[in-house]
């Protein structure tokens, strides 16, 4: 067997394997926690599914638990593939927070100041979105690309720029000075996402997600451009050799992920909440990351490791809210898994580093 | 003769399944050369990491004056007499001669190192061997062959009585390697035993006694130098007769391809690298540039095939100008680049073999059609040239990460030999791979050449411009000193005079 069925093979065994251990450390923990150890982490395993009821006639109990799941993963996903393009591109952005709550404000800002009919709102508030994310990461990329600063630095200060930027407008212009709250008045109906499930908020957001792993797949793996992405991330120099344009690469890779995470800040406020408020989703930006580890950057993995990382989270929500644990015995859970995946990635790059420094000293000894 | 070393059924198996010394018997007499010569990944370097200490044998003995001995690591090895001179020297750039030679066992004078002392012990080290250094200049200010003597005198003053010499004229002009070579041979009359790794067949007979051939990790030959000739070793080395002399029909010079004029590049630093550079490329003739290594060769590609920006002059391609352009509009005016450094610019190791073999066309039809990128066009390219220029991989799909040396080499001239370009410009083509892959560059270098491509050749291996060249630019300090019509009269002591800057042609004729 060569190496790439080797990998192809072994992977997913071993990203199962990696979650049945997190698993297994996360009940010892409940169990330490917790007087009724079973049911609870029972809560957290299967509280997303519906249950299906026979008492009084056939009936689907829980609908609205499935759909925080499957509202949960749709964001995540979106955040996943947004970040799994600039990872393919060995862009460490993390920008995609910021993207996310411009994203939002931009819906609030057509939903809200603009009357149009229903489909035209909607679709305008989602292109403002999209138009915003993909501006808001194109900042960073070309800074890297022709100033050469460092993405980690530019994304991080962005994302701090964006969060005052929506606080600021969210206070002094879109706020509804009436709500017992800091938040805008409900979106008009022609700017809400249509609903898919009754009794839940999955919307028509879930099917542009699912569009949208299909989308960044072919773009990855059948276009040109997925093809500069891939060798961009494989070794610049030699893209550079080959004739690849890489400065143009490195400000697209970022301002494409930026169109995402876009995407996953609209879903928020026209599907889930149907308005603006502060305090969005803190910190939600970087879960993306989570998913695209978990996932090697390739969008139907993303699918995949979404819909897990959602169903965890939902779990972990109901887990709280019907035992005596808390919340965050979860979050270490979460933890736990990303720890051990991040840790097995961290292997090969410690080495590629070690290698790539040692043919670097050659190169200076040789030349010197 | 008693033997001073003998390594026993040596076997070194790496942690991931590589097996680098197969049962591998080993000896070396008190006070003779011995050439250890191989293929590139034949295992004679594993073999001289395990007796200096810096790799453990997975099975076998070392035994020294007829003790046997465990060698963990180079401290041990020092303090066994056993001292190595590494391919990449291992000098401190900003301390003097003397300071690098006594490094970690410094002459003392209360709490300070005696610097006195330092150059006292510098200077009789290098009467008594005859390995003539300036105890007080700083190492980034001298040559690369008095480096590699700071080196050897670096080893004897730890009191080294076999020397370990990695491939040392890899980097030497000829002189120098003369030089060389009377050194060691001052050495050996002091009592001193030298192991000499190379490739080069010529060097073995000139300088050895006795020489070990290794291919894939076992010794395949054991024989006194002077009872064989060139051609059995290699035959030994790869285990069957290789051609070491090139055929090639005389040249048909055509039109002329490439023109530089006047080229100039100054580094970021602000140092000039290319001063006034002028040649032209013709068809069906390779054009040879020859130098010691870090006399502007590197810039001239780069700036030639649009890696740097030329800082003032003109190259023309078919009579266009392409200087400061992008690497994609030079290729596409018919320029191919085999670069030097093979693993930074030359692949993607975490690619595959197909998608390295496309990166200069996967734009483009029939790979590329109306915007959607066809993964089984490039597979089935990948598979033509691969049978076509006979890579051995698992497959289209394959990593390029698991490719040895010369099989890398072999997808990088596929791809670019494939791309029909006008003029191909080879840095270093044969640099790091075996006898097999070398002859078959070689052959396709002259193949071009024949078909009436324009060739420009630099190589830091002075044999390899002499066998293919048909002129030879030299290069020294950023500047072509002299450009020679090669023949048998051409010689290699005379192109040498040039790379030291000993000579210079009068006037280098203007695109001669």
């Known amino acids: ?368 | 003769m008693a033997a001073l070393v003998e390594m026993k059924q040596i076997t070194k198996v790496y942690p991931n399944g590589v097996v680098a010394n197969k049962g591998v018997d080993f000896s070396v007499e008190q006070g003779e050369i011995h050439a250890l010569v191989g293929e590139n990944g034949a295992g004679k370097s594993t073999l001289m990491k395990i007796l200096y200490g810096l790799e453990a044998p997975t099975h076998g003995e070392i035994w020294l004056r007829g003790r046997r001995v465990e060698i963990p690591n180079p401290h041990r090895a020092i303090e066994l007499g056993i001292g190595m001179v590494h391919q990449n020297f291992m000098l401190v750039p900003s301390f003097t001669i003397a300071e690098n030679i006594v490094l970690g066992s410094e002459p003392r004078k209360g709490r300070f190192i005696d610097r006195a002392q330092a150059i006292a012990v510098t200077e009789e080290l290098s009467k008594t061997y005859g390995l003539q250094v300036d105890p007080t200049a700083r190492i980034e200010a001298t040559p690369v062959g008095m480096r590699q003597r700071v080196e050897i005198l670096k080893t004897l003053y730890r009191g080294a009585d076999l020397l370990i010499l990695d491939e040392p004229t890899a980097v030497l002009t000829p002189q120098e390697t003369d030089e060389l070579f009377m050194a060691i041979r001052t050495l050996v009359n002091q009592g001193k035993t030298v192991i000499f790794i190379t490739h080069k067949l010529v060097e073995v007979k000139e300088i050895s006694d006795r020489v070990t051939v290794m291919r894939h990790g076992e010794v395949t030959g054991r024989v006194a130098t002077r009872d064989v000739t060139e051609a059995d070793i290699a035959r030994m080395m790869v285990g069957r007769a290789v051609f070491l002399q090139i055929d090639k029909p005389p040249v048909q010079r055509g039109r002329v391809v490439a023109e530089v004029r006047n080229l100039g590049y100054v580094a970021e630093t602000g140092r000039p690298v290319l001063r006034n550079v002028n040649f032209s490329v013709h068809a069906g003739e390779i054009l040879g540039v020859a130098g010691v290594e870090g006399n502007g060769q590197t810039e001239l590609v780069e700036v030639m095939t649009g890696l740097r920006p030329a800082t003032t002059g003109e190259i023309l391609v078919d009579g266009k100008p392409v200087q400061r352009q992008s690497p994609r509009r030079i290729r596409l005016s018919g320029v191919a680049h085999i670069p030097e450094d093979r693993l930074t610019n030359g692949v993607a190791l975490d690619a595959t073999i197909a998608e390295n073999l496309v990166v200069d066309r996967y734009n483009r039809p029939p790979f590329t059609q109306r915007g959607v990128l066809s993964p089984q066009v490039i597979r089935k390219h990948a598979e033509t040239l691969m049978q076509q220029f006979d890579i051995r991989a698992a497959g289209p799909d394959a990593l390029m990460r698991s490719l040895s040396g010369g099989n890398m080499q072999k997808v990088i001239v596929a791809r670019e030999f494939s791309a029909e370009p006008v003029l191909l410009i080879a840095a270093q083509p044969t640099r790091g791979v075996d006898i097999g892959a070398t002859e078959f560059v070689h052959t396709q270098l002259v193949t071009k050449r024949n078909e009436g491509k324009a060739v420009l050749l630099v190589s830091a291996d002075l044999a390899e411009v002499m066998s293919l060249a048909d002129r030879i630019a030299v290069m020294y300090k950023g500047e072509i000193v002299a450009i020679l019509d090669n023949g048998p009269e051409l010689t290699e002591e005379e192109i040498g005079l040039y790379m030291l800057g000993v000579r210079r042609q009068e006037v280098v004729t203007k695109a001669a």
Request: charged letters at 15%; aromatic letters at 8%.
């Open chain 1, 1 to 368: 067997m060569n190496m790439k069925g080797m990998t192809k093979f072994v992977e997913p065994v071993r990203i199962i394997a990696v979650v049945l251990i997190a698993l297994a450390i996360g009940f010892v923990i409940t169990a330490l926690v917790s007087k009724e150890p079973v049911q609870a982490y029972t809560a957290l395993l299967t509280g997303p599914l519906p249950r299906l009821s026979f008492e009084n006639g056939f009936e689907i109990k829980n609908i609205n638990r499935f759909g925080n799941w499957l509202e949960e993963s749709t964001t995540l996903i979106l955040l996943g593939l947004a970040v799994s393009i600039v990872f393919r591109a060995r862009q460490f952005s993390l920008g995609a927070e910021g993207q996310m709550l411009l994203g939002a404000l931009m819906t609030a800002v057509i939903a809200l100041k603009l009357s149009l009919p229903f489909p035209a709102h909607m679709l305008l508030a989602l292109a403002a979105a999209m138009i915003i994310g993909f501006l808001w990461g194109l900042i960073p990329g070309l800074l890297k690309a022709y100033l050469s600063v460092d993405e980690i630095v530019s994304t991080l200060m962005l994302n701090v720029i964006a969060l005052q930027l929506f606080d600021l407008l969210l206070f002094n212009w879109l706020r509804d000075p009436a709500a017992g709250f800091v938040g805008t008045v409900p979106f008009p109906t022609s700017a809400v996402l249509p609903l898919l499930i009754p009794g839940t908020r999955v919307s028509f957001m879930t099917i542009l997600m699912l569009i949208a792993v299909v989308v960044v797949w072919f773009l990855m793996a059948r276009t040109p451009f997925g093809f500069e992405l891939k060798m961009l991330g494989a070794n610049r120099k030699f893209a550079e050799y080959g004739g690849i344009n890489t400065k143009r690469v490195i400000a697209l890779s970022m301002a494409v992920s930026g169109i995402l995470a876009g995407l996953a800040g609209a879903h928020l406020s026209m599907g889930l909440l149907k308005r603006l408020t502060i305090n969005l989703s803190p910190g939600l930006g970087f879960e993306g990351i989570v998913v695209a580890l978990l996932a090697r950057n390739d969008p139907r993995w993303v699918l995949l490791a979404g819909l897990f990382y959602g169903y965890l989270r939902t779990g972990a929500q109901i887990m709280e809210r019907s035992s005596d644990v808390t919340r965050e015995v979860v979050l270490i859970i979460q933890a736990i898994i990303i720890l051990l995946i991040t840790a097995e990635r961290l292997f090969p790059f410690v080495q590629q580093w070690v290698q790539l420094r040692r043919s670097r000293e050659e190169v200076v000894v040789e030349a010197g």
